[in-house]
């Protein structure tokens, strides 16, 4: 079995500390906006940094949307995270009238707390729906840094949540294709130990 994950690089996204996380789980990072080595890969990521719009736009622009949606139906294991799980969905009251790909049904909305926006720093995982890449990640902190959260219409591929003054999404999954609201490549040992499961996971 190889090591090698592919991350997607469309021009936004925490490329080097995703990179990063992946060598120091033993896995081989591959960061690349080609769209045949990203049709030919075992494992992809989508990280997200920055703005539902300007990500959607970039997606476009670089050509890569069907290729990821391809991705996305094969069955290969395939991680949005942050804004890269964000695009899964149809769209964002972020970016009003901008469709996202679309794979899960629901929309991104803003948070509703009296808590401080951007929901930003540590917070504690409440498991939801089962997901190969959260088995040990009960009670577990990891780290948030959004303004807008997943509302799926599916309630059941919501695989974690946290309490950030109401109930915010951190994780949803379906099949082979898995998504973080958090950063686990800043989230510490817990994240990449969930990185290490992404890299070993074999749907």
């Known amino acids: ?6 991350i997607i690089d469309y021009g936004m996204g925490n490329l ?5 996380a992946i060598k120091a789980v ?3 990072p591959v960061v690349t906006g080609d769209k045949n ?41 395939f991680l949005g995270i942050c804004l890269g799980m ?8 972020e970016a009003p009238g901008v469709q996202g790909l679309g794979f899960f049904q629901g929309q991104v909305k803003y948070l509703t707390t009296d808590y401080k926006i951007p929901h930003m720093g ?10 190969p890449l959260l088995q040990e990640a009960e009670g577990q902190y990891v780290y948030f840094v959004h ?5 799926p219409e599916d309630k059941g591929i919501i695989t974690a949540t946290c309490d950030y003054g109401m109930e915010v999404t951190a994780s ?6 898995q998504g973080f609201q958090f950063h686990p490549e800043k989230s510490s040992t817990v994240g990449l130990g969930l990185l290490r499961a992404f890299k070993e996971w074999q749907p």
């Open 86 to 93: 964000q695009v899964l969905f149809e769209g964002s009251d």
């Open 26 to 28: 033993g896995g081989e």
């Open 147 to 151: 303004s807008f959260h997943c509302v």
């Open 37 to 77: 080595v990203i049709a030919a890969a075992e494992k992809i990521i989508l990280p997200g940094v920055g703005a539902f719009g300007d990500c959607m736009a970039n997606l476009e622009k670089s050509g890569l949307i069907p290729t990821i949606m391809e991705a996305l139906n094969s069955g290969k294991p």
């Open 172 to 177: 949803v999954g379906r099949g082979n294709v």
């Open 122 to 131: 540590w917070n504690k995982l409440r498991l939801g729906a089962s997901s």
């Open 1 to 6: 079995m190889s090591n090698k994950i592919t």
């Open 16 to 20: 080097y500390s995703v990179c990063n």
